[in-house]
């Protein structure tokens, strides 16, 4: 299941990024969330999948590499379960469900259209996602200064580490 998901992730991303799709085999939404039957055949039945005979990477050129290592890197860490919970609440695969209970089954397709257009707009240009942060602050009525806009942008610019600076905050709280 979590390598169906990566593959929905890897297509819907690519989308996003280029606005073409990384492999022409369509995406159905299942119940337990977005797969692709064709791949799903070659898988059945396997908790595993050590080797993969029928593909090589290095038939993926470097847009394509970046992609599914991009993927891999965001999303590799979560669960199969996790996965699939993440997909059923986007709307690529709750459109594609069209208003079926979670428990019904579907063949229906994942669109491109649906799937570009929602992951483009999950990405923000860094400032202008500084920025969003700092009015929804002000809307709480809470002020996020220009040390801590800093900050934000060294995460948004993928320069900082969310971790480190949670990490960094917790200590700071800790002396404070």
């Not at 669960?79 to 063949?107: C, F, N, Y």
């Not at 801590?148 to 580490?161: F, H, K, P």
Request: aromatic residues 10%; glycine residues 6%; negative net charge.
């Amino acid at each position: 299941m979590k390598l169906q998901k990566l593959v929905f992730y890897c297509q819907a991303w690519h989308l996003a990024f280029t606005g073409s799709p990384l492999f022409p085999e369509k995406i159905q939404a299942w119940v337990r969330g977005p797969v692709v039957p064709e791949l799903h055949r070659k898988h059945r039945g396997k908790y595993e999948v050590a080797d993969w005979p029928t593909g090589s990477p290095r038939r993926l050129s470097s847009v394509e590499s970046y992609t599914v290592e991009w993927v891999v890197e965001k999303y590799g860490g979560f669960s199969a379960e996790a996965l699939s919970r993440m997909t059923h609440q986007e709307i690529p695969w709750i459109v594609a469900r069209g208003g079926v209970a979670d428990s019904e089954k579907s063949s229906e397709p994942i669109s491109h259209d649906q799937m570009r257009s929602f992951y483009s707009r999950q990405r923000s240009d860094p400032e202008v996602a500084v920025a969003q942060a700092a009015a929804n602050a002000a809307l709480e009525g809470r002020v996020i200064d220009d040390d801590w806009q800093e900050v934000l942008r060294g995460i948004a610019n993928d320069t900082r580490s969310a971790d480190d600076v949670i990490e960094a905050e917790i200590e700071r709280a800790k002396q404070a």
